[in-house]
């Protein structure tokens, strides 16, 4: 949001006045990324799935990410504003819990 004023007016000779302007902008919000933990029971099957519904990823995309998180120990998988990345981890870790999984997912600032 850009804010500017300027006011034009006179003073008591007749004489024009221009005030100063000012300007305002409104910081981007930070962002938070999420992170996809690797564990040794989780199957590869879920966590391609878990990316495909929660992350929009197709099939190539999830199995490329899949295998990052497996060999790296951990990968990120989105960057968001801070309501998003919240949620989307939460939908992550409750359908890991509702599938009896020990999928962790997690956020942390940019």
Known sequence: MIKITSTVGSDDDGDTILASKSQSKTEKPPLY????LNDDFTPMEFVV??????????????????????????AVVGVFAFEI???????????????????????EKE
């Open 33 to 36: 990324k999420i992170l996809l």
């Open 49 to 74: 799935y878990v990316l495909e519904r929660f992350f929009g990823m197709n099939n190539s995309k999830a199995a490329e990410i899949m295998f990052a998180v497996h060999k790296n120990g951990l």
């Open 85 to 107: 990345a919240e949620t989307k981890v939460a939908q992550v870790m409750d359908c890991a819990s509702q599938n009896q999984h020990p999928l962790q997912c997690t956020m």
